[in-house]
C-alpha cells in the first residue's frame, strides 16, 4: 500500500504542465477565466493542438492512435489539462463511437473515420435517446428499413448535444420490431447532410443551446454505414455506454468549481468577514472538499486495482455527478443577493452589455441550473442504482 | 499508487480472521477474552507496532488499519487499541529509551495494558483543554484531576496521563505535560463501565497521587504534539474498525435482501430497497477510500498531511456510516432491532468510531482550518 504518485507519474504531470504552459493558448485561458462559453472554434482550435501533439485521444489502443499511458495517467492528464480550464475534448467521436468502430467496424470503416476523428475533422453527435425512450432507452423506434443497398430512416432523436455542430451522427435504429427490443436495434453511421436529416434547438435552464432534436424523414443510409452486425447494436450501446460512464465523474471538474469557489470565498464578506472565515460556509466547504478527496481516491483505487466489482462506474458516476452539483449550488450560496441577477446572456462571447455585480457573480445562476443535467445524462442516478444492485444483489 | 495489501498484510489479515473466527466480542467471559488476548500476543497482534529491538515487528500504521478491519469485520472486543495502538503510540513516540526497554516488551507480549486518559469533563474532544494537575515536588511531581472515556480505563495497568503546572490556564497547547501513572498507585479511583459496544472504558480520579521523576513522559511542557499525533494513531485505526463492522453490515443486509421473502418475492426486488442498497454501496466504497488513506499516512512526519487524511475520514465514517447503519437496520425491519440479530453489534461498533477520538463536527472544524489555511498561502504565493 502506497497512496503516493510513483516518480514515472510526477515526471509525466511535469511534462503535461509544461505543454500546457507552451500551448494552451490565452484567448481560451482568458475566456475560461472570465466564463464566457466556448463555441465550435473554440473546441476545435483546442482538439487540433491536441491531435497535432499526440494527445487527442490517449485512452485508444496504440495501434489506433493511443498513448500508451497508464490509468493514473490518464487521470493525471485530464486533471491538468482540466486545471488550466481548457474546453473539454468533445467525447463523441473520440470517447464514444471511435472505440465501438475500432472494436466492431470493419476495415474500411476505420481507415473512413478514426483518422479523422483523430483530426477533428469530423463533429460527431449522439443519436441515442427518443421522446419515448429515456431511461427505457431498449424501446427506442426510429426505424431503418432495408431498401436495396440503403436503410430507409425514420424517427426522432432527442437530447442530441452539439447536433447543430455536427458532420455525422451515430444512432441507435430499429432493424427489427418482431423479437425482443433489445435484440432488433442495429448501430447506424448518419451523414447530418443528407437529405431528410433536421435539427431543432432546445434551450435548457441555463439559457444555452446545447442540446437539440434531431428529425429524421426518410433519410437514406448506405449499407456500409451499418456498425458490426444487424440487430447486434444493443451489445455496442452498452459497451459504448460503460466507456461513457468511466471517466463521468467529472474530477478534474469538480476540483475546478472547487478552485474557483475557494476565489469566491476569500472575496466575499459575511459579518465583516472573508467568508471562507465564517464557520457555517467553512464547515460546508470543508464537508465537499471532503467529499471530492473520497471521489478521487475512489477513483484512483478503482484505476489501479480494477475495482472490487463491475458496478465501480457507477458508484463515480452517482458520486461523481452529485458532487459536480453541490459545488455549484455552494458556488451560488456564496454570492448572496447577487445570484437574483439573471445574467446568461453576459456569458456569450458576442455580448458586450455592461455585467451586473463583481465579475465572479454573472455564471453562478446559470451554472447551477445548467448543472441539473449531470444527474440524468449518461445513465440517471436512479438507472446506476438499478445497475448496482443488478450486479450486487443476487435476486 | 498502490491500493492494496502487501504480501506480509494480507498474511496478517488472513491470521487473524483464523484467530477471531468464533469469538463473539459482547458473549464472552474474562477468562475468554484473557485467552484471546494472549493469542493475539503471540501472533504479533499486540507488538504490532513495537519496534522489534523490543520484541515487536516494527509496523506501521497501514498495518495497524489492516488488523482494526479484521477486529471490526468480527467484532471482537480487545485492548488492541488502547493499548497497542495508542499506549505503544504514545510509549515509542516519546518515552526515553529507559522508558521504551521498561514498558514496551512487556506490552507486546500482552503482559501489560496501556490506557491514554487525555479527555477531561467539560472539555469534549479538545486535547488542549487540561485541567488535570502536575505539580513538581522534589524529585517527582504530584497528580491531581479528572479523566473521561479512558479506553480501556477499566482494566489498565498504565495510564498515560496529559496535565500541565498548577500556576497555568486550563486551555492552550502550551504547557502540556505527559506522564506514565502506574494504575496501583494510592490516589487513583476508576470507576469502570461497558462502552456503546461492550468494550472496557473508565473515568479515572487522580488524588494527589504521587509519580517519580522517570514518569515524565517526552519533554516537560511539549506533550501537545505527542497528544495529537497518538490521538491520530487511534482515530485512523478507530476508523478501520469501523469500516470493517460497515462491511459487515453491507454484507447482512443483501444476505437479508436476498432471503427475506415478502409478497411472495425476495425484498431486494424491491426498487425501494434496491436504491437504498446501492445509496449503501456507494457511501460504503467512498469510506473505504479516506479510510485506507488515513491508514497510510497517520503516522505521517507531514503533521497537514496525517491531520487532513485523519479527519477526513473520521468524518465520512461518522456521518455516511451512520447512515448506512441506519438504512440497514430500516432494510431489516423487526429483527434489525432485536438485540439478538449481529446486525446491532456492527451497528454499534461503528457508532463508537462515530465519537471516538473526535466526532464530525471537531474533524470538519480541523479539515477547514487546514483548508482555509491552504487558500491563504496560494492567495500568498499568487498575489
Not at chain 2, 36 to 65: N, Y
Amino acid at each position: 500500500m502506497d497512496l503516493t504518485y510513483g516518480k514515472e507519474d510526477i515526471a509525466f504531470r511535469q511534462e503535461v504542465r509544461e505543454f500546457l504552459a507552451e500551448h494552451f493558448p490565452q484567448q481560451l485561458a482568458d475566456k475560461a477565466r472570465a466564463e464566457i462559453r466556448f463555441k465550435l472554434d473554440d473546441y476545435l482550435l483546442w482538439q487540433r493542438i491536441l491531435g497535432d501533439k499526440g494527445w487527442i485521444a490517449p485512452h485508444w489502443p496504440v495501434e489506433y492512435g493511443g498513448c500508451g499511458w497508464t490509468p493514473v495517467q490518464l487521470n493525471i492528464f485530464d486533471e491538468e489539462v482540466t486545471a488550466v480550464g481548457a474546453p473539454r475534448v468533445m467525447p463523441f467521436g473520440i470517447r464514444l463511437v471511435g472505440p465501438v468502430i475500432y472494436t466492431y467496424g470493419t476495415d474500411a470503416q476505420k481507415a473512413q473515420y478514426l483518422p479523422r476523428i483523430l483530426a477533428s475533422e469530423d463533429f460527431w453527435c449522439q443519436g441515442f435517446s427518443e421522446p419515448g425512450a429515456g431511461s427505457d432507452l431498449a424501446s427506442l423506434r426510429t426505424s431503418a428499413v432495408r431498401d436495396g443497398d440503403e436503410y430507409v430512416v425514420n424517427g426522432q432523436k432527442i437530447w442530441t448535444s452539439y447536433a447543430h455542430y455536427a458532420d455525422l451522427i451515430f444512432c441507435l435504429v430499429r432493424t427489427d420490431t418482431t423479437v425482443k427490443k433489445q435484440l432488433g436495434i442495429s448501430f447506424l453511421l448518419i451523414d447530418m447532410k443528407s437529405p431528410g436529416v433536421s435539427v431543432r434547438p432546445i434551450r435548457t435552464l441555463d439559457g444555452d443551446h446545447i442540446v437539440n432534436e434531431v428529425f429524421l424523414e426518410n433519410v437514406r443510409v448506405p449499407v456500409e454505414n451499418l456498425v458490426g452486425e444487424e440487430n447486434k447494436g444493443w451489445d455496442y450501446a452498452k459497451f459504448l455506454l460503460s466507456n461513457e460512464r468511466t471517466g463521468i465523474a467529472g474530477i478534474g471538474m469538480v476540483k475546478a468549481d472547487l478552485a474557483r469557489l475557494h476565489h469566491i470565498a476569500l472575496t466575499e464578506r459575511r459579518n465583516g468577514q472573508p467568508l471562507i472565515d465564517d464557520p457555517l460556509f467553512q464547515a460546508r466547504l470543508a464537508r465537499l472538499e471532503i467529499d471530492r478527496r473520497a471521489l478521487e481516491l475512489t477513483n484512483l483505487r478503482m484505476l489501479t486495482t480494477g475495482g472490487d466489482s463491475g458496478a465501480f462506474p457507477s458508484i463515480l458516476k452517482i458520486k461523481g455527478s452529485q458532487l459536480q452539483q453541490r459545488s455549484v449550488e455552494l458556488q451560488m450560496e456564496a454570492v448572496g443577493p447577487y445570484a437574483l441577477p439573471w445574467q446568461s446572456d453576459a456569458m456569450e462571447p458576442a455580448w458586450n452589455g455592461e455585467p451586473v455585480g463583481p465579475d465572479h457573480v454573472r455564471a453562478r445562476t446559470p451554472v447551477y441550473f445548467d448543472r441539473r443535467k449531470t444527474t440524468i445524462y449518461g445513465g440517471s442516478t436512479e438507472v446506476q442504482k438499478n445497475i448496482i444492485s443488478k450486479i450486487l444483489l443476487d435476486v | 499508487m498502490d491500493f492494496s495489501y502487501s504480501d506480509e498484510q494480507r498474511m496478517l489479515s488472513e491470521s487473524l480472521e483464523k484467530l477471531f473466527a468464533g469469538h463473539a466480542g459482547r458473549n464472552e467471559d474474562r477468562a475468554a477474552a484473557d485467552k484471546l488476548w494472549q493469542a493475539c500476543a503471540e501472533t504479533g497482534l499486540i507488538g504490532l507496532t513495537v519496534p522489534e529491538d523490543h520484541g515487536g515487528l516494527s509496523g506501521g500504521s497501514a498495518d495497524v488499519m489492516v488488523a482494526a478491519i479484521e477486529i471490526g469485520r468480527h467484532g471482537v472486543n480487545t485492548p488492541f487499541l488502547s493499548t497497542a495502538v495508542a499506549g505503544a503510540g504514545a510509549l515509542r513516540l516519546a518515552g526515553t529509551d529507559a522508558q521504551q526497554q521498561s514498558h514496551l516488551g512487556r506490552l507486546a507480549e500482552g503482559g501489560l495494558k496501556v490506557a491514554c486518559a487525555f479527555a477531561e469533563p467539560g472539555a469534549r474532544y479538545d486535547l488542549a483543554d487540561v485541567d488535570t494537575r502536575a505539580i513538581e515536588d522534589g524529585d517527582g511531581y504530584v497528580l491531581s484531576g479528572d479523566k473521561c472515556v479512558v479506553f480501556g480505563g477499566d482494566d489498565a495497568d498504565l495510564f498515560v496521563v496529559s496535565a500541565r503546572a498548577p500556576d497555568e490556564a486550563r486551555h492552550g497547547a502550551e504547557g502540556i505535560s505527559l506522564f506514565l501513572v502506574d494504575a496501583e498507585l494510592a490516589g487513583i479511583t476508576r470507576k469502570g463501565y461497558q462502552m456503546i459496544d461492550g468494550r472496557g472504558g473508565a473515568d479515572v480520579t487522580f488524588d494527589n497521587v504521587r509519580l517519580p521523576a522517570d514518569a515524565l513522559l517526552g519533554t516537560q511542557g511539549q506533550g501537545y504534539v505527542t497528544l495529537e499525533a497518538v490521538n491520530d494513531l487511534a482515530a485512523a485505526a478507530i476508523c478501520a474498525e469501523g469500516l470493517g463492522a460497515l462491511e459487515k453490515v453491507v454484507e447482512l443486509t443483501k444476505e437479508y435482501l436476498e432471503t427475506r421473502k415478502q409478497f411472495g418475492k425476495a425484498i431486494g426486488e424491491f426498487q425501494a430497497l434496491q436504491h437504498f442498497f446501492a445509496d449503501m454501496v456507494v457511501d460504503y466504497e467512498h469510506i473505504k477510500s479516506l479510510v485506507f488513506e488515513a491508514g497510510a499516512i497517520a503516522d505521517s512526519a507531514d503533521v497537514v498531511e496525517r491531520q487532513q487524511a485523519v479527519s477526513a475520514a473520521k468524518v465520512v465514517l461518522a456521518e455516511d456510516g451512520r447512515r448506512i447503519c441506519q438504512q440497514a437496520i430500516q432494510m431489516h425491519g423487526g429483527i434489525g432491532v432485536t438485540q439478538e440479530y449481529q446486525l446491532g453489534d456492527f451497528t454499534k461498533r461503528v457508532a463508537v468510531a462515530d465519537f471516538a477520538f473526535g466526532d464530525a463536527d471537531h474533524h470538519i472544524a480541523r479539515y477547514g482550518r487546514h483548508m482555509v489555511a491552504a487558500a491563504a498561502a496560494r492567495v500568498a504565493q499568487n498575489g
